[in-house]
């Protein structure tokens, strides 16, 4: 440019822009460890502080912050302090957060929901007439890749990111379900896009579905790992590569629950640590007793040589003690509902046993 021109500097951030967003976390990172708190190792929106034996807990997400604890005098000084440099609406009792309702239960529990996310995203797709089916996968689904160059004409990757959501916050039953309509989304068919409406005791469990997928005989994986009776944290997820064997798919899987297992003890740790209360053990529950002895036998045996090293990473976790490994019947295993389709009333008891259950208007 030729010429003179003024340039003009900012002095401070302004909503919209693109550092926006990074300087505000900037900021209150270093404002909320000034005031006595410290950033999670494990959970970087997570923040802890303890005082006197004490405990108290910041979470935030972009600019809305979750204040809880074991002090209600601290919770209040907290909440004093943020309000001495930020501008803030203290909204009381959180009822309501990131599309989740919080209700509190007379036995001290608290149940989420999101019935009014569900109800939306229904009638957002104009599926708000369709009939509910005792499970989101029946056992005779199959669907297939389509080789027909018109797609039909509907939202479905909006209606799959809607669906990924609900299964991320309350719905893990559907995980399963969401993945494997997900596997469509180049070109989908309408058999593709019907198929989505018709849908501190601290363990793990492990599952895989052994060439579960007909077009190319993959494996897919599931975890879920539940704390005091409720779901903490879940997946499902295709593997990458053909198994040979249900144990060697079931080893696959394995790693996958591990390398979640451990970030999740890992922070439920880091919380209970604050309250001076020790953490749990690490323990994932395995169907497949020729899964459980792999982890244990360092032979490098004919089944089990061709396995990719970066799944061996499981015998070093178990040797050290990082992780226990304990056998359970098939039929109690939680992480089934995660790597396939089921029939209604093993849907419905899986469903039972995650402690998820239908609200109430």
């Given at each position: 440019?030729?010429?003179?021109?003024?340039?003009?500097?900012?002095?401070?951030?302004?909503?919209?822009?693109?550092?926006?967003s990074?300087?505000?976390?900037?900021?209150?990172?270093?404002?909320?460890?000034?005031?006595g708190?410290?950033?999670?190792?494990?959970?970087?929106?997570?923040?802890?502080?303890?005082?006197?034996?004490?405990?108290?807990?910041?979470?935030?997400?972009?600019?809305?912050?979750?204040?809880?604890g074991?002090?209600?005098?601290?919770?209040?000084?907290?909440?004093?302090?943020?309000?001495?440099?930020?501008?803030?609406?203290d909204?009381?009792?959180?009822?309501?957060?990131?599309?989740?309702?919080?209700?509190d239960?007379?036995?001290?529990?608290?149940?989420m929901?999101?019935?009014?996310?569900?109800?939306?995203?229904?009638?957002?797709?104009?599926?708000?007439?369709?009939?509910?089916?005792a499970?989101?996968?029946?056992?005779?689904?199959?669907?297939?890749?389509s080789?027909?160059?018109?797609k039909?004409?509907?939202?479905?990757?909006?209606?799959?990111?809607?669906?990924?959501?609900?299964?991320?916050?309350?719905?893990?039953?559907?995980?399963?379900?969401?993945?494997?309509?997900?596997?469509?989304?180049?070109?989908?068919?309408?058999?593709h896009?019907?198929?989505?409406s018709?849908?501190?005791?601290f363990?793990?469990?492990?599952?895989?579905?052994?060439?579960?997928?007909?077009?190319?005989?993959?494996?897919?994986?599931?975890?879920?790992f539940?704390?005091?009776?409720?779901?903490?944290?879940?997946?499902?997820?295709?593997?990458?590569?053909?198994?040979?064997?249900?144990?060697?798919?079931?080893?696959?899987?394995?790693?996958?629950?591990?390398?979640?297992?451990?970030?999740?003890?890992r922070?439920?740790?880091?919380?209970l640590?604050?309250?001076?209360?020790?953490?749990?053990?690490?323990?994932?529950?395995?169907?497949?007793?020729?899964?459980?002895?792999?982890?244990?036998n360092?032979?490098?045996?004919?089944?089990?040589?061709?396995?990719?090293?970066?799944?061996?990473?499981?015998?070093?976790?178990?040797?050290?003690?990082?992780?226990?490994?304990?056998?359970?019947?098939?039929s109690v295993?939680?992480?089934?509902?995660?790597?396939?389709?089921?029939s209604?009333?093993?849907?419905?008891?899986?469903?039972?046993?995650?402690?998820?259950?239908?609200?109430?208007?």
């Amino acid at each position: 440019m030729d010429g003179d021109f003024d340039c003009l500097e900012l002095v401070k951030a302004i909503y919209g822009l693109k550092q926006a967003s990074r300087v505000w976390n900037e900021t209150f990172d270093e404002f909320v460890c000034f005031i006595g708190f410290e950033a999670s190792a494990f959970d970087p929106c997570l923040y802890i502080k303890v005082v006197d034996g004490h405990c108290v807990l910041v979470l935030v997400y972009v600019d809305d912050v979750l204040v809880t604890g074991s002090s209600l005098e601290l919770i209040a000084q907290t909440k004093a302090d943020l309000k001495t440099r930020f501008e803030m609406t203290d909204s009381g009792k959180c009822t309501f957060v990131l599309g989740i309702e919080l209700v509190d239960e007379s036995d001290g529990s608290v149940t989420m929901c999101q019935r009014r996310y569900v109800n939306d995203i229904l009638k957002r797709f104009g599926m708000d007439e369709c009939k509910a089916t005792a499970s989101p996968v029946d056992l005779s689904t199959r669907l297939v890749a389509s080789s027909e160059v018109a797609k039909i004409d509907v939202p479905f990757r909006e209606a799959v990111g809607a669906l990924m959501h609900l299964t991320t916050a309350t719905r893990p039953y559907i995980a399963y379900a969401v993945g494997y309509v997900s596997r469509f989304m180049e070109n989908p068919q309408k058999e593709h896009w019907t198929a989505p409406s018709d849908k501190i005791d601290f363990r793990g469990y492990s599952d895989a579905d052994w060439a579960g997928d007909h077009a190319d005989r993959k494996s897919t994986s599931g975890y879920t790992f539940m704390l005091m009776g409720a779901p903490m944290s879940w997946g499902s997820k295709k593997q990458s590569s053909v198994s040979l064997s249900t144990s060697e798919a079931e080893y696959i899987a394995l790693s996958l629950a591990i390398q979640e297992g451990k970030w999740v003890h890992r922070l439920l740790c880091e919380i209970l640590a604050a309250a001076n209360e020790l953490g749990p053990d690490l323990v994932i529950r395995e169907d497949n007793q020729s899964c459980i002895k792999m982890t244990k036998n360092q032979v490098n045996h004919g089944r089990a040589k061709h396995i990719y090293i970066k799944y061996h990473h499981i015998r070093d976790e178990v040797k050290r003690g990082e992780v226990q490994l304990e056998y359970c019947e098939a039929s109690v295993m939680m992480a089934d509902i995660m790597t396939k389709g089921l029939s209604g009333p093993r849907h419905k008891d899986l469903t039972t046993a995650l402690g998820i259950r239908a609200s109430s208007d």
